[in-house]
């Protein structure tokens, strides 16, 4: 994907998120994940990705737990 193509589309989905109401956001962005996941459909990626989306947010630090198991096993 072209960034210009990320761009527009990142806005897109804030501006859809915006449009249900800052109460259902939360909602929203879980079933996006959700498709979104179903549709990548590899859970060794996806956890790969979480990882990386969520590194900031947790000060650099790997966050260990039990789906840890489950995707390595």
Same mark, same amino acid.
């Given at each position: 994907?072209? #960034?210009?193509? %990320?761009?527009?589309?990142?806005?897109? &989905?804030?501006? =859809? %998120?915006?449009?249900?109401?800052?109460? =259902? $956001?939360?909602?929203? %962005?879980?079933? !996006?994940? &959700? &498709?979104?996941?179903?549709? $990548?459909?590899? #859970?060794? =990626? &996806?956890?790969?990705?979480?990882?990386?989306?969520?590194?900031?947010?947790?000060?650099?630090?790997? !966050?260990?737990? #039990?789906? =840890?198991?489950?995707?390595?096993?």
């Amino acid at each position: 994907m072209k #960034p210009e193509q %990320l761009e527009e589309i990142y806005t897109e &989905l804030c501006n =859809r %998120l915006t449009s249900i109401g800052d109460d =259902r $956001i939360s909602d929203g %962005l879980a079933r !996006v994940t &959700l &498709l979104l996941m179903n549709e $990548i459909g590899d #859970p060794s =990626r &996806l956890s790969d990705l979480f990882d990386d989306a969520l590194y900031d947010l947790t000060d650099g630090q790997e !966050v260990d737990g #039990p789906w =840890r198991q489950t995707v390595s096993d």
